[in-house]
């Protein structure tokens, strides 16, 4: 299988990219491309062992325990941004809490073991 294809403001609403896939979510071409980024990450990180993308989440605020993440397990692996940063990447350790102070409005993909 290949790796996803970066979105771009050209080709963001064809059904075949991650752009179109989420061409409803009220989201930036950069936070289209942070999905792309987590996908091929699992294709690059084969020692990791298996994961999967369980959600793609846009915070409502900076609470690191809203309604968004309370599906978090420990260990799941969050990609997103926090404030004054280009990007993160932190395993959960307490179950239903970010470990990145979110940013509202921001997006947040949520990697899992499996």
């Known amino acids: 299988m ?3 294809i970066k979105v771009t403001k050209a080709n ?3 059904r075949n990219n991650v752009g179109g896939a989420l061409n409803n979510a009220l989201v930036t071409v950069q936070d ?3 999905v792309v980024d987590a996908v091929n990450l699992l294709y690059d990180n084969d ?3 298996a994961m999967i993308l369980t959600e793609v989440v846009t915070a409502s605020g900076t609470s690191t325990t809203q309604a968004g993440f309370a ?3 420990v260990g799941d692996i969050v990609i997103g941004e926090n404030t004054g940063s280009k990007g993160n990447i932190l395993a959960v350790a307490t179950a239903a ?3 990145i102070t979110p940013v509202n409005a921001k997006l947040y993909v ?3 073991a499996v």
Do not use: E
Request: proline share 10%; aromatic share 0%; glycine share 10%.
């Open 2 to 4: 290949a790796k996803l």
């Open 12 to 14: 963001v609403g064809p």
């Open 32 to 34: 289209h491309n942070k």
């Open 47 to 49: 020692a990791a062992g």
């Open 71 to 73: 599906n978090l397990q």
């Open 97 to 99: 809490t970010c470990p």
């Open 110 to 112: 949520v990697l899992r």
